[in-house]
Nanobody, 126 residues
Framework: VHLVESGGGLVQAGKSLTLSCSASGFSFDDHVIGWFRQAPGQEEREGVSCSWSNDGSIFYADSVRGRFTMSSDNAKKMVYLYLNSLKPEDTAVYYC???????????????????WGQGTQVTVSS
């Protein structure tokens, strides 16, 4: 299983970024994909978005709902996270993660996910 994030960078507040997650080595259709972030000084990773939730819709954390959008291209095994209206508090390392659908739990709980990428840094300046 291999997940590789890309697209991070340094941007000004109010600008946009697109993060990509390339998946390989597993059945994409059988897995839930989530985006997490870890801000400087924070011990825990925060669940940002997930392809699955209890009601079947895409999950978004309250802190990003309306600004971030998750999408996927199953044929290419790619997952995207569109970050709009960025704020300095969005500064973090962003990770994509995966878990089998049959094992999926809370969409924002990093401990429910089995496979992780190496992360990509997003820095938002004020």
């Amino acid at each position: 299983v291999h997940l590789v994030e890309s697209g991070g960078g340094l941007v000004q507040a109010g600008k946009s970024l697109t993060l990509s997650c390339s998946a390989s080595g597993f059945s994409f259709d059988d897995h839930v994909i989530g985006w997490f972030r870890q801000a400087p000084g924070q011990e825990e990773r925060e669940g940002v978005s997930c392809s699955w939730s209890n009601d079947g819709s895409i999950f978004y954390a309250d802190s990003v709902r309306g600004r971030f959008t998750m999408s996927s291209d199953n044929a290419k095994k790619m997952v995207y996270l569109y970050l709009n209206s960025l704020k300095p508090e969005d500064t973090a390392v962003y990770y994509c993660a995966a878990v089998l659908k049959s094992r999926a739990g809370a969409p924002d709980d990093p401990y429910e996910f089995e496979y992780w990428g190496q992360g990509t840094q997003v820095t938002v300046s004020s």
